[in-house]
T-cell receptor, first 112, second 113 residues
């Protein structure tokens, strides 16, 4: 069993829909990252969370440390949101190098 | 712009040849990482560096070596490339204090034939 599990693996939505991507992890963590990867492109950090909730534009990320679960929400989705969204955790005891463990990603396609 | 560039971006090489991928950063990040990305797997750590000449192995380090002679450059070498090393390689970097974000390069597509 992977330390970081994401669901769903694939998601298709129509423009304007509210989207939720989930991330569950099995280890104690000091931080959780949400990343975005466009086709053929690099990886961009969207959020880093250690508790609570963060919002940036139409993106909202929440984390529940007790339940070992995080969600990424996209409001009023748009085709340009089409990408792979990756959850990564920094486990407690990862050391000063803060190595991350990554989920396999959720592929989102938003259609017109 | 995270100031991280990788080279080459695309390379095809033959089995048994040595290959070096370069990661260059301009933001004086202390920590640098090399990952590989394969279908069905999350990004997996190959090697990382926590300072000049300070490196350590990640979870999939077999067949790879790294060097960091300057803060800005982190080199990944495949001593003798194998087909199993066909992958997309990402370099990443971050500053030296906890709680800060991580920045990625654009990726290097390597095919070993």
């Amino acid at each position: 069993k992977n330390e970081v599990e994401q669901s769903p693996q694939n998601l298709t939505a129509q423009e304007g829909e509210f989207i939720t991507i989930n991330c569950s992890y099995s280890v104690g963590i000091s931080a959780l990252h949400w990343l975005q990867q466009h086709p053929g492109g690099g990886i961009v950090s969207l959020f880093m969370l250690s508790s609570g909730k963060k919002k940036h534009g139409r993106l909202i990320a929440t984390i529940n440390i007790q339940e070992k679960h995080s969600s990424l929400h996209i409001t009023a989705s748009h085709p340009r949101d089409s990408a792979v969204y990756i959850c990564a955790v920094r486990s407690i005891g990862a050391g000063t190098a803060s190595k991350l463990t990554f989920g396999t990603g959720t592929r989102l396609q938003v259609t017109l | 712009d995270a100031g991280i560039t990788q080279s080459p971006r695309h390379k095809v090489t033959e089995t048994g040849t040595p290959v070096t991928l370069r990661c260059h950063q301009t933001e004086n990040h202390r920590y640098m990482y090399w990952y590989r990305q394969d279908p069905g797997h999350g990004l997996r750590l190959i090697h990382y560096s926590y300072g000049v000449k300070d490196t350590d192995k990640g979870e999939v380090s077999d067949g790879y070596s790294v060097s960091r002679s300057k803060t800005e450059d982190f080199l990944l070498t495949l001593e003798s490339a194998t087909s199993s090393q066909t992958s997309v390689y990402f370099c990443a970097a971050r500053q030296g204090y906890s709680g800060n974000t991580i920045y990625f390069g654009e990726g290097s597509w390597l095919t070993v034939v």
